[in-house]
């Protein structure tokens, strides 16, 4: 029994990681640049379908879908980067040249239900409802399935430490603080020479990559992708987490991730009997609706708010 | 200097700007009034790019800047301010002061993660001369924190704290005077002389308070209804009769 609870655990941590590393690209976005991406999740998705085309297995005659290119999963991992950073560029070239954010917000919105749709009718691509299944996890060979858990937990928490350590960077410079300027004052900001577009769609664009490279390792958890998995609420998990982490704050962000899946997973683990477990799980919603009300009622900036940049040292 | 020629700006069926032609002269603190709605702001906007003119031309330096955006005119040198107290409000005093030196090393990702000494470097070079600046504007003892904190007049100081960092050569300042007490007028005006004579800066400010206009500005233009009445200095301005007529109303 403990170790069906390790195990699941494990499972539990891998899955927060990825929505940790999900969560650290809308905070970019949105706790950075203040730019309220309604539909993130269409990055999540095309990471993940980039990653799976490039690495499945080639269609036999009996299959629907035409591609696949029995690549090495890395290769695909990789590939989800520029991939959805591509489909950013795109649509944040039109949206982000306006000032005002409200067309941005209906852009993004409509784009992820685009995505959504074509995942579901372009069939030759994206092997339509059915999806893709039996997709082959990393290493998977050199472990017993109960040690792999294990394995795989840390694979997927040493992916959040690179994208941690890379998204700090990103922060902490000068660039950084150019998006947090947009942020606070995009009209004074072009006031002192700053090309705030350039800055709004790069900020765009590497959020969009860490959702697709958290996309493409999504698919590596589950094993099987289909479009439903991508439905727009799972943009809102983006919103909740940093809600709750803090925004502008990547701790925050990893946090609020984690107490995401951790609540979420919860609701879960303790199904008893199956009466019970559609009631809980019915419930999930309303908890995280009651937390997230008690978290901007209380802390509003987030449980790890944003921290001061403090100038003191010597120069 | 600045030169602008026969501006014009309509919004919808109102011309708010009507015709402007005006020069700054380089080195001069120039003074822009005129009554509520005058197009005072409007023309502000149009010649830092904010608005898009209806007509006319915009001169910098010798360049026509009349289509370019509100980033590129501030990279020719011409920054601006806002009549509302702007900053960047949840960030630091310092903060804001590192945010403005244009074309920074470190805008730049590449640089961000394959040559950071060279960020460094200049991070170390604008740090101290923001330190000086701060010194300056007397504010480097609240370096640390967040400027929505900070009293109006500070948040106006800061502002030109920050042009100061640009590097730019003319300044914008529009209502530098709104939200500020009367008792600043004196060191408000002493900042501007000093930065005139110490950096060779030009100024062009918009301000409903004549007393400052006053004192602090070589020459004044006077704006109603979207049209320039007239130029001159304090006393040349205020014996005109078109002046006396925008704002106490004409003859019975």
């Not at chain 1, 290769?75 to 040249?97: D, S």
């Not at chain 2, 924190?145 to 030109?160: M, R, T």
Request: charged share 20%; aromatic share 14%; with cysteine.
């Amino acid at each position: 029994m403990s170790g069906n609870i390790l195990s699941f655990l494990a499972g539990t941590i891998a899955l927060a990681a990825i929505y940790a590393i999900y969560t650290l690209g809308f905070n970019l976005q949105f706790g950075y640049t203040d730019l309220a991406n309604m539909g993130y999740v269409a990055f999540f998705a095309i990471g993940a379908y980039v990653s799976i085309i490039l690495t499945y297995s080639p269609p036999g005659p009996m299959d629907a879908y035409r591609f696949g290119f029995n690549l090495p999963m890395w290769v695909g991992v990789i590939a989800a980067a520029p991939a959805a950073a591509l489909f950013a560029f795109l649509t944040g070239l039109p949206t982000l040249k306006i000032i005002k954010a409200d067309y941005f917000i209906a852009v993004t919105f409509a784009f992820a239900e685009i995505v959504r749709m074509v995942m579901q009718n372009e069939i030759w691509l994206t092997n339509g409802n059915f999806g893709f299944y039996g997709l082959s996890r990393p290493f998977k060979q050199f472990f017993s399935s109960y040690t792999y858990e294990f394995f795989f937990a840390s694979l997927m928490v040493g992916s959040l430490i690179i994208a941690y350590l890379i998204m700090r960077r990103i922060c902490n410079s000068p660039f950084g603080r150019m998006l947090k300027g947009i942020r606070e004052n995009d009209m004074a900001c072009q006031s002192l020479g700053k090309d705030i577009f350039r800055a709004k769609l790069k900020s765009y664009m590497i959020g969009a990559a860490f959702a697709g490279v958290a996309g493409s390792l999504y698919a590596l958890y589950t094993t099987v992708i289909v479009p439903e998995m991508f439905v727009p609420s799972v943009t809102f998990v983006a919103w909740w987490a940093v809600m709750m982490g803090g925004k502008g704050n990547n701790k925050g962000a990893i946090l609020g991730a984690f107490i995401f899946i951790f609540v979420d997973q919860l609701t879960i683990f303790t199904q008893a009997s199956a009466a019970y477990a559609t009631r809980l799980s019915s419930l999930r919603g309303f908890i995280m609706g009651v937390m997230l009300i008690l978290i901007l009622r209380f802390l509003p900036q987030g449980v790890l708010k944003e921290k001061k940049v403090v100038y003191d040292s010597k120069i | 200097m600045l030169e602008i020629k026969e501006i014009c700006k309509n919004f919808g069926g109102l011309r708010a700007v009507d015709r402007c032609s005006l020069s700054v002269k380089e080195r001069s603190i120039t003074g822009l009034i005129g009554p509520n709605g005058a197009g005072k702001t409007t023309l502000f906007n149009v010649i830092s790019g904010f608005l898009r003119k209806d007509g006319g031309e915009v001169w910098l330096e010798g360049e026509e800047v009349g289509n370019f955006q509100p980033y590129e005119i501030a990279l020719k040198g011409m920054v601006r301010t806002f009549q509302t107290a702007a900053g960047f409000m949840h960030m630091t005093v310092m903060e804001n002061m590192m945010i403005a030196p244009q074309s920074q090393e470190g805008e730049r990702l590449g640089r961000v993660f394959f040559n950071r000494k060279n960020i460094q470097i200049q991070e170390k070079e604008n740090r101290k001369k923001a330190e000086e600046i701060l010194n300056f504007i007397n504010l480097y003892q609240k370096r640390n924190e967040y400027v929505e904190d900070l009293a109006s007049v500070e948040i106006k100081l800061l502002e030109v704290g920050r042009q100061m960092m640009t590097g730019a050569k003319i300044f914008l300042l529009d209502e530098p005077m709104s939200g500020v007490s009367p008792a600043f007028q004196g060191k408000m005006v002493k900042y501007i002389k000093d930065l005139r004579e110490r950096i060779g800066l030009t100024f062009f400010i918009i301000e409903h308070n004549l007393g400052f206009i006053q004192e602090v500005s070589d020459a004044i233009y006077v704006m109603n209804n979207g049209q320039l009445l007239c130029y001159g200095t304090w006393g040349e301005i205020t014996g005109n009769e078109k002046v006396i007529e925008a704002y106490l109303g004409g003859k019975k």
